[in-house]
């Protein structure tokens, strides 16, 4: 055992060695990154280039105001004051400059990995500076250019303004007599919310009437020969292209929201399963040879959420070991009976060269969740296929098993569709378009469903299974948009969700993935991300 103690030291001298190495190379820790460092450091030429670029487009500028062309358009450009421009893109070059030397030169000489996110945030406001500054000094060249475009071609302008315009108020006067007035009509209680959609439309149309009183206007004065305002003319007709953009959007936009109005949906958790996989590592060698040679095997299982809990356990470094002894090797789990679960062959893949010992340890492990659900749309159903879901939304939904998870009842728009869990088709009682309020033989109410949406009185009992008025009234009063609704029974227990009594007596949900495996008794999130727990990389030290 004298040369693996040897060899067990001279690895552990090498290691320091490295490490050592590694120290002096990157001076005691890790730095801004070179990429962010070297774009923080281009910044002055940046401000020297964009001083210069400045200064051409200035001069640009100034050959332009000694052309002809000029003539026409230099009241405003003294009304507006164009060659303020260049200064404010020097003041703002300035400030670029300052904001460098006092806020971002600063951290870079600091050199510290956590403020990467800081620098970053100060290179970002510095280039935003630079921007806006390139944008001042090209203002000047550019207003002259559509100025002079709306003099040279003030008739096609005006025409294109006078389409513009009526094309936006054809567009409002389309959808005000159509859709929005229908939703009106069909969905009274609802005036203030659609008409709040419509509103934005209506003010483009009234708009593009005031921009083309001022294209009008001025386009008569220049057919006039007398002092149109060219500022204004292009300004306007500038506005009404931008505004009939926005109208374009704007229709698809509200025909759409109408629409939502006439369908509904609801989407319930039928059921849930997790799944646990873990890579078992083996690494063996020749405890009896000189010469280190590691070969190494893996082995992945799915497991069940006991043993992979067990398995990632923080306090595990190997699971399971071969030693070499003067009568065979000898196999031992260092995890009880958990390593007969895993049902792994210790011998399988097994190299030659002697090897006759080994360690064992959890490489990686992985977490999988699934839902299935329930789809309804306008009284029609399916089911999904199993939903691949993350940890944390699993997590969040495992109470509600049997419940619905989202609702858009008919008469609501997407944006207030229901997203708060509660039993399914509750969010539809009370609503006519689904059914309405009848009386039992003692005179208590309970919702009576239309035709095709009687599947929701079926859905969680092998019996027809109604919502009283007491029950629908206490939801829709304190529980509606604000947080998930169990209910309770005549005894006070929980009624709805996974925990609830309706669920565990319910011959459907007893077929289901999640009774099969127990979910209904254990209930527990205990298992899940487990994993977190694995070191990586497997025992700390192994082999010769």
Not at 275 to 285: L, M, N
Not at 385 to 411: H, N, Q, R, T
Not at 480 to 498: A, C, D, L, S, V
Request: aromatic fraction near 12%; include cysteine.
């Amino acid at each position: 055992m004298v040369h693996k103690k040897r060899h067990l030291l001279m690895n552990f001298i090498a290691g320091l060695t490295i490490a050592g190495l590694i120290a002096v190379l990157t001076g005691c820790g890790a730095g801004l990154p070179k990429d962010l460092k070297n774009e923080a450091k281009s910044l002055p030429n940046a401000i020297k280039t964009g001083q210069s670029q400045v200064d051409k487009h200035k001069d640009k500028y100034l050959s332009l105001t000694k052309s002809s062309e000029f003539k026409a358009v230099k009241a405003f450009a003294l009304k507006e004051n164009w060659i303020q421009k260049f200064q404010l893109a020097h003041t703002e070059l300035t400030r670029a400059k300052t904001l460098y030397d006092k806020d971002l030169k600063p951290l870079i000489s600091k050199n510290k990995p956590e403020l990467a996110q800081e620098v970053k945030q100060q290179i970002n406001r510095i280039k935003k500076i630079l921007q806006d500054a390139e944008g001042l000094a090209r203002y000047p060249s550019s207003r002259f250019s559509k100025i002079r475009e709306t003099i040279d071609n003030a008739k096609g302008l005006h025409s294109r303004s006078k389409n513009d315009a009526e094309q936006i108020s054809r567009i409002a006067n389309e959808i005000k007599t159509g859709p929005i007035a229908k939703a009106d009509t069909d969905f009274p209680d609802l005036s203030e919310k659609i008409n709040a959609r419509f509103a934005p439309l209506s003010k483009l149309e009234r708009q593009s009437h005031d921009y083309l009183s001022i294209v009008t206007a001025e386009y008569n004065r220049h057919s006039a020969s007398s002092n149109a305002d060219y500022a204004a003319f292009t300004d306007s007709t500038a506005a009404l292209s931008s505004d009939l953009s926005q109208a374009k959007t704007l229709e698809t936009k509200i025909t759409g929201e109408m629409a939502q109005l006439y369908s509904g949906y609801t989407k319930i958790l039928m059921d849930m399963k997790e799944e646990y996989f873990v890579t078992i590592k083996r690494e063996s060698w020749n405890e009896n040879s000189d010469y280190y040679d590691p070969k190494f095997a893996t082995f992945q299982r799915q497991v069940s959420p006991e043993l992979y809990e067990g398995l990632t356990a923080d306090n595990l470094d190997t699971i399971a070991a071969i030693t070499a002894g003067f009568t065979g090797s000898r196999f031992s789990s260092k995890v009880g009976n958990m390593w007969k679960e895993l049902s792994i062959n210790p011998a399988e893949q097994w190299p030659g060269r002697g090897h006759n010992a080994a360690a064992f340890w959890v490489e990686d492990s992985k977490e999988a969740y699934f839902h299935k659900y329930t789809l309804e749309e306008n009284g029609e159903t399916k089911e999904t296929d199993w939903e691949k879901v993350d940890a944390s939304f699993y997590d969040a939904k495992f109470e509600y098993l049997g419940m619905a998870i989202l609702a858009k009842p008919y008469g609501v728009f997407e944006q207030d569709r229901l997203t708060q869990a509660a039993p399914p088709g509750m969010a539809y009682v009370g609503n006519s378009k689904y059914g309405e309020w009848k009386k039992d033989n003692t005179g208590n109410q309970f919702w009576s469903w239309y035709g095709k949406y009687a599947l929701f009185s079926m859905l969680l009992s092998p019996r027809p299974s109604y919502y009283g008025y007491n029950s629908w009234n206490g939801w829709n009063n304190n529980y509606r948009n604000n947080r998930p609704y169990f209910g309770k029974t005549q005894k006070g227990f929980q009624k709805y969700g996974t925990s609830g009594t309706l669920l565990k007596q319910s011959p459907g949900f007893q077929s289901t993935n999640f009774a099969k495996s127990g979910g209904f008794k254990s209930q527990t999130a205990s298992v899940r991300g487990a994993g977190a727990n694995l070191r990586g990389g497997g025992p700390k030290s192994k082999g010769k």
